[in-house]
Nanobody, 122 residues
Framework: QVQLVESGGGLVQAGGSLRLSCAASGSIFSIDAMGWFRQAPGKQRELVARISSGGNTVYADSLKDRFTISRDNAKNTMYLQINSLKPEDTGVYYC????????????????WGQGTQVTVSS
């Protein structure tokens, strides 16, 4: 059906930058909201940012100065630019999306990616 694949994670020194990508593929008619979440070791998954199909964005209050979410609807791809990385940004970053599979079927389904690891060294 639909797959979300994150990429762009890795090991980076504090102060560095990363650009994460989330590519959606499969039987897709349209994608509504997409989002980035992260889960640090031993902690619950938390929202980083969300973006609507029209480009409206919402950020976690503590992150909006260093994180920028964007999407390319033509490519069914979402991005997360992270600047001034801190060790506390370490974790697995997941993307999610709400997808309509067919123009004939208005039901929308929610999908998660498998995550990409971000490790920030001090």
């Amino acid at each position: 059906q639909v797959q979300l694949v994150e990429s762009g994670g890795g090991l980076v020194q504090a102060g560095g930058s990363l650009r994460l990508s989330c590519a959606a593929s499969g039987s897709i008619f349209s994608i509504d909201a997409m989002g980035w979440f992260r889960q640090a070791p031993g902690k619950q998954r938390e929202l980083v940012a969300r973006i609507s199909s029209g480009g409206n964005t919402v950020y976690a209050d503590s992150l909006k100065d260093r994180f920028t979410i964007s999407r390319d609807n033509a490519k069914n791809t979402m991005y997360l630019q992270i600047n001034s990385l801190k060790p506390e940004d370490t974790g697995v970053y997941y993307c999610d999306a709400t997808v309509q599979l067919s123009s004939n079927l208005p039901t929308k389904y929610h999908y998660w990616g498998q995550g990409t690891q971000v490790t920030v060294s001090s």
